[in-house]
């Protein structure tokens, strides 16, 4: 069974950081890609950041290029979202979910989201 599971969550001051995991289960990351999403309350679903383990390669949405950095573990099967200069427009729950096709473009899987709060 695929699972994956979200933490690092919580609240912190405007300009602070936090570091989100997204621990998976039930495959290895060889094959699959992982994004991170966020929902704030009243907005769509937006994606934030991806990593494709095909190529390495990685995606960010442009409000949080040069904050945001996403990366992995192979070896814990744990990608983090490593959050900088936070913003009280980051407040959102964070998911993380897999793309089993490996390119960062549909998503099977989904975590259960933790939340980020961002204080003025």
């Known amino acids: 069974e695929v699972q994956l599971v979200e933490s690092g969550g919580g609240l912190v001051q405007a300009g602070g950081s936090l570091r989100l995991s997204c621990a998976a289960s039930?495959?290895?990351?060889?094959?699959?890609?992982i994004g991170w999403f966020r929902q704030a309350p009243g907005k769509e679903r937006e994606r934030v950041s991806c990593?494709?383990?095909?190529?390495?390669?990685?995606y960010y949405v442009d409000s949080v290029k040069g904050r945001f950095t996403i990366s992995s573990d192979n070896a814990k099967n744990t990608v983090y979202l490593q959050m900088n200069s936070l913003k009280p427009e980051d407040t959102a729950v964070y998911y993380c979910a897999a793309d089993t096709t490996g390119a960062c473009t549909s998503y099977d899987y989904w975590g259960q989201g933790t939340q980020v709060t961002v204080s003025s």
């Open positions: 039930g495959f290895t990351f060889d094959d699959y890609a």
């Open positions: 990593i494709s383990r095909s190529d390495g390669s990685t």
